[in-house]
């Protein structure tokens, strides 16, 4: 059973649209909420971007960027902090969470998305 759940995640950690699908599923089944379920989706699947990216930077250029990854979830977070504490004169933790959590969903796919495309086409010319 370890043996398929490793499997799992590591098809997952590689595809990690196939993981977002995945939830998405489940949750529009178990839920019948189309958008509540995307959104679930994609604030579970953000850790296996991360970690696509972290791995897809790491085959690419044979030296981690962790410290990168951070440092982008992080400014992203203070600047989001700032900016919600600008405009609503008070942090409301819960929605500002979730704001960072989103926008770093939709920074992390972008960077996913174009890292598999750079890594591929150095694959296949050799560059």
């Known amino acids: 059973m370890s043996s398929a759940f490793a499997w799992f995640l590591a098809t997952v950690v590689t595809l990690p649209i196939l993981g977002w699908y995945l939830v998405y599923i489940i949750t529009v089944k178990?839920?019948?909420?189309?958008?509540?379920?995307?959104?679930?989706?994609?604030?579970?699947s953000l850790v296996f971007f991360i970690l696509a990216v972290y791995f897809i930077s790491y085959e690419i250029w044979k030296q981690s960027f962790l410290w990168v990854i951070l440092i982008v979830f992080f400014v992203v977070a203070i600047c989001f902090t700032i900016i919600h504490w600008k405009v609503a004169k008070d942090v409301h933790f819960v929605r500002l969470f979730r704001g960072i959590w989103r926008f770093n969903f939709i920074l992390f796919f972008l960077a996913y998305?174009?890292?598999?495309?750079?890594?591929l086409i150095?694959?296949?010319f050799g560059t």
């Open 113 to 119: 998305l174009l890292l598999s495309t750079f890594g």
């Open 30 to 44: 178990v839920t019948k909420k189309k958008s509540y379920s995307i959104r679930l989706a994609a604030d579970i």
């Open 122 to 124: 150095t694959r296949i």
